[in-house]
């Protein structure tokens, strides 16, 4: 990093891809069924994995369940379910894999009772950004008590992979809770709306 650049948070400057989409989608708030149901399927292949490594698979994550389409998803085959698990371009883990479909059912279940993914998932931060002050990212936490109730409530209908840090990581991806550290150039920006 040289002096001209930003201070960002810790972990965004390893690599472009990091640095990119820490600066531009990280903690920015999305109310995107199609996005939000994209980020609760890469937070759950993430698991056990490092993000840089499933954001490297993404552009193929998308082409793989076309764009992450929830409807489309919902139909998958298992015979095209299991020609995925032949592609290196995602992580070829057959729950993973598997687990697309079955969250696509539940999230449009989700959406038939809410009226949307966006509403029900905002639903467990009455439908506002947490903006935290963290100094440091070792102060943030790695779930909440939000992240904990929407856990549970996401396996009682059916999710798979949405343990509560998963659930904790999408709230931060997504803008559901603002994790900047406070020093970092996306803060203020972010809890204004930017």
């Known amino acids: ?9 810790g972990w ?17 708030p999305l109310h995107d069924d199609r996005t939000l149901f994209e980020f609760l399927c890469l937070e759950g292949a993430q698991a056990g994995l490092s993000w840089r ?8 994550y998308r082409a793989a369940f076309e764009q992450f389409d929830i409807a489309h998803c919902a139909k998958l085959t298992d015979a095209r379910l299991e ?11 057959r729950l993973k ?3 697309v479909r079955d969250n696509a059912r539940a999230a449009l279940a989700a959406i038939d009772e809410f009226g949307s993914l966006d509403a029900f998932l905002w639903s467990f931060v009455d439908g506002e950004p947490v903006v935290n002050a963290w100094k440091t990212m070792r102060e943030a936490p790695t779930h909440t008590p939000a992240s904990d109730r929407m856990s549970k409530t996401l396996k009682k209908r059916g999710f798979r992979f949405v343990g509560t840090t998963i659930c904790y990581a999408m709230m931060q991806a997504t803008g559901m809770v603002n994790d900047h550290v406070t020093d970092c150039f996306r803060y203020r920006q972010v809890a204004a709306g930017a």
């Not at 965004?12 to 920015?28: K, L, N, P, Q, S």
């Not at 020609?83 to 883990?93: E, K, M, W, Y």
């Open 1 to 9: 990093m040289t002096s001209a650049e930003p201070v960002r948070c």
């Open 12 to 28: 965004a400057m390893h690599t472009d891809i990091e640095r990119d989409y820490h600066d531009t989608e990280w903690g920015v």
């Open 53 to 60: 490594t499933i954001l490297a698979k993404r552009s193929h």
């Open 83 to 93: 020609r995925l698990l032949t592609d290196p371009g995602i992580v070829r883990n």
């Open 97 to 99: 894999v598997y687990s």
